[in-house]
């Protein structure tokens, strides 16, 4: 059993900058992948992010790559979202997910989530 708990999302201006934590509580293998799904009002759960937690292979949707940036910090169990470049179509809740398994897309293969932080990109 994994518990999830994302934090550091808020109001920013567009162009600005935030970085999103997940800690996540029970013990990561190295077989786990972590990701990063994201939705707005109104719209179903779309990919942000992915990687896994041996090799940190990662993945990134079309609409974020090059601005958003997945890591980690294995001796906190945290995995992190630095967005850049923020754009007032990146307003959604953003969720910290994790699976055992390779990297994957799709929030249906994911069976631990956390609640969601609340990211709002002013224009």
């Known amino acids: 059993q994994v518990q999830l708990v994302e934090s550091g999302g808020g109001l920013v201006q567009v162009g600005g900058s935030l970085r999103l934590s997940c800690a996540a509580a029970g013990r990561i293998y190295s077989g786990y992948s972590m990701g990063w799904f994201r939705q707005a009002p109104g719209k179903g759960r779309e990919f942000v992010a992915s990687?896994?937690?041996?090799?940190?292979?990662?993945a990134y949707g079309d609409s974020v790559k090059g601005r958003f940036t997945i890591s980690k910090d294995s001796a906190k169990n945290t995995v992190f979202l630095q967005m850049n470049s923020l754009k007032p179509e990146d307003t959604a809740v953003y969720y910290c997910?994790?699976?055992?398994?390779?990297?994957?897309?799709?929030?249906?293969?994911?069976?631990?989530w956390g609640q969601g932080t609340q990211v709002t990109v002013s224009s």
């Open positions: 990687a896994t937690w041996s090799g940190f292979t990662t």
């Open positions: 997910a994790a699976t055992f398994g390779t990297l994957a897309r799709a929030s249906s293969q994911y069976p631990y």
